[in-house]
Structure formats: structure tokens, C-alpha cells
């Protein structure tokens, strides 16, 4: 499985970005999904999950601001960032099957700088 993130890039504290992950190779509706960043000088975090079920699960310092989603018939997760703050500064990166043995994006730069 191939993953691809887009959506990246540089905004303003208060602004929002939609980072998307386009999976080629096989279909998203068999996997566990989700959003992982590593800022500057920290580990990897999860962001926020949603397995096949479609529930959804959320790392505290997103709840209310950023929003998982997912398209099976364009094979693709969407991560809605809203609110956006500084701390929020990363690289994101796509999963799917969960971790440490599912399947990795490149990851897409997110700067959130005024």
C-alpha cells in the first residue's frame, strides 16, 4: 500500500488546512486510518484514528478543532484542521493498519506561523 499526503503548508494561528491521503495499491475500507505528527524535537503522536467501523478517536489537544474523515470511493482520508495553532507545527503523516506495522506516508510540513 501507498500512501500520499497533500495539503500542507504555511498558515496563520487561527487558520485551518485540509491535509488529504490518497492510498494506491489497495483499498481503505479494509484499514484502521489514521493521522500521526512529529514536531520539532518530539516523538511520533497520534492525532486522531478511525477504524473501518467508522467511530472515530481524537489526541486531546485536537478534540474540537481538527476532524478525520474518509472517502472509500475515492480511497482517500482527510484530516480538517481548524483553529490552528502554533504547537500544531509538524510533520503529519497517514497510516493505515495501525501501528507499528501498518503503512506510512511520506508525510506533508505543516507551519503554523504568523
Known amino acids: 500500500v501507498q500512501l500520499v499526503e497533500s495539503g500542507g503548508g504555511l498558515v496563520q494561528p487561527g487558520g485551518s488546512l485540509r491535509l488529504s491521503c490518497v492510498a494506491f495499491?489497495?483499498?481503505?475500507?479494509?484499514?484502521?486510518m489514521g493521522w500521526y505528527r512529529q514536531g520539532p524535537g518530539k516523538q511520533r503522536e497520534l492525532v486522531a484514528t478511525m477504524p473501518r467501523g467508522g467511530s472515530t478517536n481524537y489526541a486531546e489537544a485536537v478534540k474540537g478543532r481538527f476532524t478525520i474523515s474518509r472517502d472509500n470511493a475515492k480511497n482517500t482520508v482527510y484530516l480538517q484542521m481548524n483553529s490552528l495553532k502554533p504547537d500544531d507545527t509538524a510533520v503529519y503523516y497517514c497510516?493505515?493498519?495501525?501501528?507499528?506495522?501498518?503503512?506510512w506516508g511520506q508525510g506533508t510540513q505543516v507551519t503554523v506561523s504568523s
Open positions: 497510516n493505515a493498519g495501525g501501528v507499528p506495522n501498518g503503512y
Open positions: 495499491g489497495s483499498i481503505i475500507s479494509i484499514y484502521n
